[in-house]
């Protein structure tokens, strides 16, 4: 969790990774344990809790992010962004009591901009994927 902290400014309730469980140059893999007490259970379909689609998006592009971290100079206070969703396919539902298996590769650098693709699984079994373009923006602290 500490290496997830140190690389994304993202934190609880808004941070949807537990721990990475593999990385390479173009990649990562992390994962979310989906617990019953997540706020947005409280709200999303009360009587048959389903994650929003778009928080395992959100897990899919914090995974990149992390990514992208570390392709940013140490002591930079430039942060990725997210700048293009594309092709998001949503194909199964993630409840309470799930494993979600996150994965997320840079496809092609152009300038400033990654263009990448993420997945998310549950047991092996796509919930989601979804390409996406980030950019490193500078991050201003007010």
Do not use: W
Not at 39 to 53: L, N, Q, S, V
Not at 62 to 70: D, K, M, N, V, Y
Not at 77 to 98: E, S
Request: charged share 25%; net charge neutral.
């Amino acid at each position: 969790m500490e290496e997830i902290l140190r690389a994304i400014p993202h934190r609880p309730p808004f941070l949807f990774l537990d721990r990475i469980t593999e990385s390479g140059d173009n990649f990562l893999k992390a994962e979310k344990e989906i617990k019953a007490d997540l706020d947005f259970f409280k709200g999303h379909y009360p009587a048959f809790p389903i994650m929003p689609g778009v928080l395992i998006c959100e897990a899919i592009f914090q995974a990149g992010a992390i990514l992208l971290s570390r392709l940013v100079e140490a002591g930079s206070d430039k942060v990725p962004v997210l700048t293009r969703i594309k092709n998001a396919r949503f194909k199964r539902m993630v409840r309470p009591g799930d494993l979600l298996s996150v994965h997320a590769e840079i496809i092609e650098k152009l300038g400033g901009v990654f263009f990448m693709r993420g997945k998310a699984s549950i047991e092996g079994k796509t919930a989601v994927d979804v390409e996406y373009a980030c950019t490193l923006a500078q991050m201003e602290i007010k």
